[in-house]
C-alpha cells in the first residue's frame, strides 16, 4: 500500500463511500490498510479520495438503466460543476452490454459524450477488485508531485470582491509553501480567514478544503516544525 500512495506514509488515506455503494467495495480497500473509510450519502459520486478525486462507479446494468430513467447526465452535470477532479469508472464485460437493450453503437455514442462534451474521463473495469485497483491508481497519479501545482479547480472570487490590499500578501505567502497555489491559497484562507489560523490548523481541518491532500499537508506541517 506505502508504495502505490507515497502520501500515505504518516497520514491514512481518507475514503469516502456512498452509503448505496456495496459492501465488497469497502471490504477491498480495507484489505490494503491505512485508510480511513466513512460511509455516507455523498450528493455527487460514488467514491471521494482525500478531497482530491471525485468518483462515479456504474456497472454496466446500472449505467444502462442510469440511462432510461435519466439520471445518468444529470448526475455527470453535478460531477462537472464540483471543485473536486471527477471521473466515471464503468465496471463490467462487455459480453453485458448483450443483456441490455442497447445497441454497441448507442452505448458508444453515450460515452462519447461523456468524454467530449462532459469532458468527463470515463474509465473500463471488468470486476470490483479492479476497480479498486484503477481508483487508488488514479488516486495516485493526479496527486504526484509533477500535477500537484497544476490548477484543477476554477478560480474562486471570494477575494475579488473584497477591497483589501492585505488578501494579496497573504495569498503570496502561501502559495510559497510547496503544493499550495494561488488557488489554494485562497481556498486555505476562505475557509480560516487568517494565516495564524491556517498554520495552527490541525491536519485534519486542512484535509477538508478541496483540492489539499494529505502530502501538501505534510510538507506544510514540516516546514512549520522547522
Do not use: W
Not at 161 to 181: V, W
Amino acid at each position: 500500500m506505502s508504495k502505490l500512495l507515497k502520501s500515505s506514509y504518516f497520514l491514512p488515506l481518507h475514503v469516502t463511500i456512498d452509503d448505496r455503494e456495496p459492501a465488497d467495495m469497502e471490504n477491498e480497500f480495507l484489505k490494503m490498510g491505512n485508510m480511513i473509510i466513512l460511509r455516507q450519502r455523498l450528493t455527487a459520486g460514488d467514491y471521494l479520495f482525500d478531497g482530491d478525486l471525485l468518483i462515479e462507479r456504474k456497472t454496466i446494468p446500472d449505467f444502462c438503466s442510469s440511462i432510461k430513467d435519466g439520471r445518468l447526465f444529470g448526475q455527470t452535470g453535478r460531477l462537472v460543476r464540483g471543485q473536486v477532479p471527477a471521473c466515471l469508472i464503468l465496471e463490467g464485460k462487455n459480453s453485458d452490454f448483450k443483456k441490455t437493450h442497447f445497441s454497441s453503437r448507442a452505448i458508444q455514442g453515450i460515452l462519447l459524450s461523456i468524454s467530449l462534451a462532459f469532458r468527463l474521463p470515463v474509465l473500463r473495469t471488468k470486476n470490483i477488485k479492479e476497480t479498486t485497483r484503477v481508483m487508488l491508481q488514479s488516486f495516485k497519479q493526479l496527486t504526484r508531485d509533477r500535477l500537484e501545482n497544476q490548477r484543477f479547480y476554477p478560480r474562486t472570487t471570494f477575494f475579488k470582491k473584497r477591497n483589501n490590499p492585505m488578501l494579496s500578501q497573504k495569498i503570496h505567502i502561501l502559495e510559497g509553501f510547496p503544493g499550495i497555489g494561488a488557488d489554494k491559497a485562497e481556498r486555505l484562507l476562505t475557509k480560516f480567514g487568517n494565516l495564524r489560523a491556517v498554520f495552527t490548523a490541525d491536519p485534519g481541518e486542512l484535509l477538508q478544503v478541496p483540492g489539499i491532500g494529505k502530502k501538501t499537508v505534510e510538507t506544510l506541517m514540516e516546514i512549520l516544525k522547522k
